[in-house]
């Protein structure tokens, strides 16, 4: 089965610098990748997809890299604010048939004013 | 897009009771998932409801214990049975849309059980 490593240690980040967080796997190549943002007591909301195909994908201040050959996703936010302060969490999904993603545990990142 | 209600938000539980949890789409769907987030841990999928048929359960889950029922295409409800506090969690319903490239959650509910 898959699976699916991210830091399990929350990251503290000074205001305005760039987050990165990592997400690592194993097994099968997923036909695409995604990136929610949870916060507490809250469901997870969809922010990026990149397809196995790309190497990396934008979206104002997220970006996404995709590297198939270290399996290997980074997720990126530049200029951080402390509203993005949240649990992250990627999640990988098969080609074909009915989507059912595979999720990590998430990352906390912390942004410090 | 899509709107999901769940509800409850929250919950405590005697142990040996039940809880039903709602899920309410504001378009129709056809695949409505159901997982359990425990502290600290990923989303893990419990089962997997279509409209019409059995629900279909991942590998550790059973019907008797989390009876799923799927009676049109914008509502489902999840049962939890015979709880006991190995059951606390944050239990989420969730839909995908856009060929499966986005799914779309409820706020969960956090399930307390004593």
């Known amino acids: 089965s898959q699976k699916i490593e991210q830091n399990s240690e929350a990251l503290n980040i000074q205001e305005g610098k760039t987050a990165t967080l990592t997400c690592n796997y194993t097994n099968y190549s997923p036909a695409y990748l995604q990136w929610y943002r949870q916060d507490p007591g809250r469901g997870p909301v969809f922010l990026l997809l990149?397809?196995?195909?790309?190497k990396e994908k934008r979206k104002e201040r997220l970006k996404v890299t995709f590297d198939t050959t270290l399996k290997q996703s980074l997720f990126h936010i530049t200029a951080s604010q402390p509203a993005d302060s949240a649990t992250y969490l990627c999640?990988?999904?098969?080609?074909?048939?009915?989507?059912?993603?595979?999720f990590g545990r998430g990352t906390s990142l912390i942004v410090h004013p | 897009s899509a709107v999901i209600s769940q509800k409850p938000s929250r919950d405590i539980c005697q142990r040996g009771t039940s809880l039903t949890i709602q899920c309410q789409v504001d378009s129709q769907v056809t695949m409505m998932f159901w997982y359990r987030q425990q502290p600290g841990q990923s989303l893990t999928l419990i089962a997997t409801a279509n409209q019409g048929s059995e629900a279909t359960y991942e590998s550790g889950f059973v019907i008797d214990k989390f009876p799923i029922s799927r009676p049109n295409l914008t509502f489902s409800t999840l049962t939890v049975s015979n709880m006991s506090p190995e059951d606390s969690s944050i239990y989420l319903c969730?839909?995908?849309?856009?060929?499966?490239?986005?799914?779309?959650f409820g706020q969960g509910t956090r399930l307390t059980v004593v």
């Open positions: 990149i397809r196995e195909n790309e």
């Open positions: 999640a990988l999904a098969r080609a074909g048939g009915s989507y059912i993603p595979t």
């Open positions: 969730s839909v995908e849309l856009g060929g499966g490239t986005e799914a779309f």
